[in-house]
């Protein structure tokens, strides 16, 4: 006999605006901690959703308070998936081409490895433009007991 999976959503609106990236953390972190994985893990998950949507804030957005991104967490017992929802100019994180670790080492630049961050950390990315609304979406397989 096959059990209905049960599935949770949850959904933030963001106004854009760096201080509000706390808010974010926050949000993700009373989702992820009933969920059966360990601190490294939930960390990681935040850190590429936080670092997409300070991407979008800063980069498609240019900080503006009138802005807003929309955030949506959906999971069930073999997935957890966030959607992230924005009317800025459009960036593909799969075009995305990775600087060189050794050159922003060298240089001692802050900034510009994010990406490559979410892409190592994350099972799938995916992006989707369409009638000006952007979604960047990113899976995240849960592992099975």
């Not at 959607?83 to 050794?102: H, R, V």
Request: aromatic share 6%; glycine share 4%.
């Amino acid at each position: 006999m096959k059990h209905w999976q049960e599935f949770m959503m949850h959904e933030l609106k963001l106004a854009c605006e760096k201080n509000r990236l706390g808010e974010l953390r926050s949000f993700l972190s009373d989702i992820l901690k009933p969920k059966d994985l360990n601190e490294i893990v939930q960390n990681q998950l935040i850190l590429a959703v936080e670092e997409v949507c300070a991407n979008l804030i800063i980069h498609s957005h240019n900080c503006n308070p009138d802005d807003f991104i929309k955030l949506r967490v959906t999971d069930d017992a073999h997935k957890i998936t966030f959607e992230i929802f924005d009317s800025g100019q459009a960036f593909n994180i799969l075009e995305y081409e990775a600087p060189d670790l050794s050159k922003v080492i060298k240089e001692k630049r802050k900034g510009g490895i994010g990406i490559l961050l979410v892409k190592k950390i994350m099972d799938k990315i995916e992006f989707e433009s369409k009638n000006s609304q952007n979604v960047c979406r990113l899976v995240k397989q849960l592992k099975s007991k």
